[in-house]
Structure formats: C-alpha cells, structure tokens
C-alpha cells in the first residue's frame, strides 16, 4: 500500500536539499561548461625574462572568428613589471578556429597545464631555463601529471641534451686585402758629382810630382730589373757618363758602359751576382775617337747583416777578369788583369732619411800581359741623406794608399766630393 504524501512539503523539501548543494542542478551542470560569448581571463606565470621577451610585441594578435562567429582571442603586449595575460573564450579546436594549434588543447586543458600562447611567441633567442617556458595555473598542483602522457616539459628548441644552450655567434667580417700592384721593373737615373782629387792619373809625372784637379762628373742611365724566379733577378744597365776636369781639359773623356748579368739569393741574407761589363772610352770633340776598351766577367757574393736595428754591415767579395786595351798614338797596349776585391761597408741610420758610413776595400790586381802586380786599400767616410724617396744626396770623403811592381805608378791619394741622384720608376 503506497503512502501519499502532499506536494507541498515535498516540494519544500527538495528545495532544501538543493540550496544546501547534496542534489544537482541543471544550473550547476550549466557552470560546469562555460558559456561561448564571456571570456574567462587565465592569469599566466611569467619570470622576468618571459615578460622582457613579450614586451617587443608591438601589435595585438588577433585570431580571426570562426565561421559561427563565436571566438577571438587577442594578445596584448606584456609591460615591464607585470604578468602577461591571455582571454580564451573555450579551448580551441581546428574546426572553430581554422589552424592547427603548435599543442594539442585537449589534455593539456583538461589538467589546466599547458604553454600559453604568450610564452610560445616569446623570442627563443633569451637565456631562460626551460623551466620558465612551462606556463601553469598556480591554483593547480604543478605535479599534476597528464592521464596519458605524463608531466610535460617544454624545452627550448636552442637548448641541446648534452651541450646545453647552443648559441650562434655572428661572424666577424674579415676585409678583403686590395690586391698590391705589381714592382716597378724598370728605372731611369740621374747622377751629377763633384770631386776634388790629389791624384787623377794615379801615376807620378816627369818631376816626381802627382797631379791632382777638380772634375765635374753628369751621367744618366737606363736599367731594368725583372724577376726570373723568387730569389732571382735579371740586371741590365746602360750608363752614359761625362767627366770634365776643371785645369786639366786634355784628359776629359765621355764614357759608355754596358751590364747585364744575373743576381740569385743564396740565403736571406746573402747573394751571389754575375755580370758581363763592356765599357769604353771617347775622347770629346769633333775629333772623337776611342782609346780605351774593356770587357769584364765577374762573379761577388755579398752579405747583410745587421747587428743593431740602426746599424747594419755590408760585405762583398768580388774576383773579376778584365780583358782591357788602351790606344795612344796609334799604339795599342794590352792591360788584361784578373781583378780580386773585398770590402766592407758599416752603416748607421741616423733618421729614417739620414745615413751615415765608412768603407774599406782591399784590391789586388795580377796583370796578364804585363810584369806587373798592384795592391792598394781606400778608406771612405760618407753621409747620405734622402731628400724624397727618389732623390739622394751624398758627400763623402776618403784616402787611398798602396803599391805596385810598376815604379811610376803611385795609389797615394786624398779626395772628396758630393754628388746627387735621382732614380724614376718607368714601368
């Protein structure tokens, strides 16, 4: 037998129970899922570089609206000193939004840990851990695991296993050297001296006296230099010179010589040189004859060395023959000789653009048509001071002393002069 009971206080009852919250509601499912228009505001964690990361954002990113018009989610630049905020009306699907999501909504959703769209268009260039990058809701339980794939850790794509943050530094721009031009090879030279000598001919007269005069010397020249390999050079020079005397104008003669030769570096301080010489000698005038012939082979090895970075020491060996004929009054005299000369000269730069040396050479001269063998030294001091790189002027001054198997010849002698140069680059 069933009991009834009146409506109203059944009615009384069951609201009761519902505002004390033991029976649902379809108003409590309703809160359950939140509605499509409000937007709910999710706060969002950030440390301080996440939020320097978000400040360059210049413009709002909108999300354009479904086909239902039901969704927008907009981002707004983050300010120094305060979190970064997202509004998300619903989780976001392909069909409501029209992209892919970069992170699956549906299981990071439902466990309220996820990477916001903030942090995920936060420059990747910042030094942040990858801690910083997961973003999750404080009121959760960080520990929360996903149902499926565990606890999700978002790492930096700049950050490796095994050599931690990869940073990519830019390359230094390495300038590029202006190609050098190519050595000057050929040079045209002009030299113009004066001197004072005791003795010019080197020979006492009828008297037992010497005879000494003051000569100006002008000369030109032409002379090429090109490289036949790395240490190895070709010399080839044409000189034209005048020597005039001062009291003693008979003796004035033009003079024309001729080299060419090679020059090979041995080591980085010394060489050796062969040079072929045809020289020969004119008297001035309409009357113009030859009087004196020379052809010379000779072989010097040379040597630098520098002893101080202001004070270097140049020495040479040279042993040449010479194949020499001379003609007066119609009387031609043969004065072939081997030739053997070492010498030194010791410099010091004063400036840059200032030198000054001495010389000593030692001469020994075995005649091979002739009774005759001569041995003489010179001594020379000079200063030499660069006017420009192709100008020189020089003076100088010495003394020469010696003898010979020949009683008139005499090598006692005491000289000075000065000269000037200049030395132009052709091609």
């Known amino acids: 037998m069933v009991k009834r009971h009146h409506s109203l206080p059944l009615a009384l009852i069951g609201f009761g129970l519902l505002c004390s919250g033991v029976l649902p509601d379809r108003a409590?499912?309703?809160q359950l899922s939140p509605p499509a228009a409000p937007a709910a505001n999710v706060e969002v964690m950030t440390s301080p570089p996440i939020e320097a990361a978000a400040a360059p954002i210049?413009?709002?990113?909108?999300?354009?609206?479904s086909a239902s018009g039901d969704l927008a989610v907009t981002l707004a630049p983050a300010t120094e000193g305060e979190p970064t905020e997202e509004a998300a009306a619903e989780p976001l699907s392909v069909d409501s939004v029209g992209f892919s999501p970069a992170i699956a909504p549906d299981q990071a959703l439902g466990t309220q840990t996820y990477l916001t769209a903030a942090a995920a268009l936060a420059p990747l260039a910042q030094t942040q851990t990858p801690a910083s990058l997961a973003q999750t809701n404080p009121a959760v339980d960080p520990t929360v695991q996903d149902p499926e794939l565990g606890v999700i850790q978002v790492r930096s794509l700049l950050e490796d296993n095994d050599l931690g943050i990869l940073r990519i530094r830019e390359q230094p721009e390495i300038p590029v050297a202006s190609p050098r031009p190519p050595a000057k090879i050929g040079f045209f030279s002009a030299r113009l001296a004066i001197a004072n000598s005791d003795n010019i001919l080197l020979a006492v007269d009828d008297v037992g006296g010497l005879?000494?005069?003051?000569?100006?010397?002008p000369s030109?020249?032409?002379?090429?230099?090109?490289?036949?390999g790395p240490q190895t050079a070709l010399?080839?020079?044409?000189d034209y010179g005048l020597q005039r005397y001062s009291a003693q104008s008979s003796l004035n003669y033009d003079d024309l010589r001729l080299r060419v030769g090679l020059r090979q570096g041995l080591t980085p301080r010394s060489y050796g040189q062969l040079i072929f010489t045809y020289q020969e000698l004119y008297r001035p005038g309409a009357n113009r004859g030859r009087f004196f012939k020379n052809t010379a082979l000779g072989l010097t090895l040379g040597r630098r060395d520098?002893?101080?970075?202001?004070?270097?020491?140049?020495t040479y060996y040279l042993l040449q023959f010479n194949g020499a004929q001379s003609t007066s009054s119609g009387t031609a005299t043969d004065f072939s000789r081997f030739f053997q000369s070492a010498g030194g000269y010791l410099g010091y730069d004063i400036t840059p653009d200032l030198q000054a040396g001495i010389s000593y050479q030692l001469n020994f001269i075995d005649y091979t048509a002739q009774d005759r063998y001569d041995t003489f030294q010179q001594v020379l001091g000079q200063v030499v001071y660069r006017i420009s790189p192709n100008l020189r002027f020089n003076v100088y001054g010495g003394v020469s002393f010696g003898r010979s198997s020949e009683p008139r010849v005499q090598f006692n002698d005491t000289f000075f002069g000065a000269a000037i140069d200049a030395t132009i680059p052709l091609f």
Request: glycine share 8%; charged share 15%.
């Open 220 to 228: 030109i020249g032409f002379g090429v230099y090109p490289a036949l």
């Open 28 to 30: 409590r499912a309703d």
């Open 58 to 65: 210049q413009a709002p990113l909108s999300v354009p609206l």
């Open 306 to 314: 520098s002893i101080t970075p202001k004070l270097a020491l140049d």
């Open 235 to 238: 010399i080839a020079t044409a």
């Open 211 to 217: 005879t000494g005069d003051t000569f100006l010397r």
